[in-house]
């Protein structure tokens, strides 16, 4: 019996470790993406720690070095956390570069195994062929015989 083989399997394969590549891209965005988030929930927190110490200070005995030290670090903490906002987008970016890049190498394999499919389909259709014709010619050979009897 023949043996099916599909001549640009190669490339099939080179398409599945470029989808397997592009899943790894896309894994390692994802948790960028979630480092950021979660380094800005920190800055968050310690914001809400500061602020919530200014209105201590203010409310206790006034001690203005502590008042004016407590309003630099919210400043400070203010700079972080649009810094940090700013990485969180550039890593939402990278995340959706990555998602169409997974996508389009995802699309191309699904094209090659479709382009395999068809093949195997006309694979089988031509074995089918040459079995009916063995068939015709192995009838056709018997009721020659026996005709000649």
């Known amino acids: 019996m023949a043996k099916f083989v599909y001549r640009m399997q190669n ?10 590549q592009a899943k790894i891209a896309y894994g390692q965005a994802s948790a960028r ?9 920190e800055i968050l927190v310690r914001k809400a720690g500061y602020e919530k110490r200014a209105k201590e200070l203010v409310s206790g005995s006034i001690r203005v ?10 400043d400070t903490i ?10 969180v987008q550039v890593a ?8 169409m890049r997974l996508n389009a190498v995802m699309i191309e394999r699904k094209t090659h195994e479709k382009l395999r499919e068809h093949a195997f389909e006309e694979f089988q259709q031509e074995l089918v062929h040459e079995e009916n014709k063995v ?5 056709s050979y018997t009721y020659h015989e026996k005709e000649e009897e």
Do not use: W
């Open 33 to 41: 993406l979630a480092e950021e988030q979660q380094k800005l929930q």
């Open 11 to 20: 490339i099939l394969n080179i398409k599945l470790k470029l989808e397997d």
């Open 78 to 87: 203010k700079s972080m956390m649009r810094q940090q906002m700013l990485a």
């Open 65 to 74: 070095v502590d008042i004016r030290e407590n309003k630099r670090a919210i």
């Open 92 to 99: 939402e970016k990278n995340l959706e570069a990555a998602r």
């Open 135 to 139: 068939v015709d010619e192995l009838v």
